[in-house]
T-cell receptor, first 111, second 114 residues
Framework: AQTVTQSQPEMSVQEAETVTLSCTYD???????LFWYKQPPSRQMILVIR??????QNATENRFSVNFQKAAKSFSLKISDSQLGDAAMYFC????????FGAGTRLTVKP | NAGVTQTPKFQVLKTGQSMTLQCAQD?????MYWYRQDPGMGLRLIYY???????DKGEVPNGYNVSRLNKREFSLRLESAAPSQTSVYFC?????????????FGDGTRLSIL
């Protein structure tokens, strides 16, 4: 079974600074997909960024980028120029057939 | 666009009562999913429906049943609620079966079993 581990239950960042959220996963597959979802207090799950395992290039979406290390099975999320609206729970997810989520990291943004 | 709509948003049940959580999507998606979210555990898949007329068990199916009523609707039923089923339940959908497509989530149902 695939497992997804987020080792940081909570993280904090100063507004306008950069923060990196960690995610590792366990799989024997070579073809799969990885996602980061954001869950603000409204509880809505919002897709932040996704990465195809067959692509070597790291995905980027504006201020959000990933560091995908396939051999290390690591998929970290970097948030640049952090904004107050970035405060939320962030979930890393792995998908081969069904989706498996990590336990989440609560990000606090300090003004 | 409504996206994925879940009803109700909140519900309190007594142990042993039954309840059906409703989910509807208006995006013409083929696949639909039910998750539960518990503190410190992220989201776990209960059941999913890859297409109309099919349903399959996920990671934690015990104590639940599902019905894919039509392409739009996918309901989750608790026949005899237990306190361990206190959780936040999310419905999600996505188009097709390709793994790179993201799931779209509803706003969740907070269910408490006393």
């Amino acid at each position: 079974a695939q497992t997804v581990t987020q080792s940081q239950p909570e993280m904090s960042v100063q507004e306008a600074e950069t923060v990196t959220l960690s995610c590792t996963y366990d799989t024997s597959e070579s073809d799969y997909y990885l996602f980061w979802y954001k869950q603000p207090p409204s509880r809505q799950m919002i897709l932040v960024i996704r990465q195809e395992a067959y692509k070597q290039q790291n995905a980027t979406e504006n201020r959000f980028s990933v560091n995908f290390q396939k051999a290390a099975k690591s998929f970290s999320l970097k948030i640049s120029d952090s904004q107050l609206g970035d405060a939320a729970m962030y979930f890393c997810a792995y998908r081969r057939n069904d989706m498996r989520f990590g336990a989440g990291t609560r990000l606090t943004v300090k003004p | 666009n409504a996206g994925v709509t879940q009803t109700p948003k909140f519900q309190v049940l007594k142990t042993g009562q039954s309840m059906t959580l409703q989910c509807a999507q208006d995006m013409n998606h083929n696949s639909m999913y039910w998750y539960r979210q518990d503190p410190g555990m992220g989201l776990r898949l209960i059941y999913y429906s890859a297409s109309e007329g099919t349903t399959d068990k996920g990671e934690v199916p015990n104590g639940y049943n599902v019905s894919r009523l039509n392409k739009r609707e996918f309901s989750l039923r608790l026949e005899s609620a237990a306190p361990s089923q206190t959780s936040v339940y999310f419905c999600a959908s996505k188009t097709g079966t390709k793994s790179n497509q993201p799931q779209h989530f509803g706003d969740g149902t907070r269910l408490s079993i006393l």
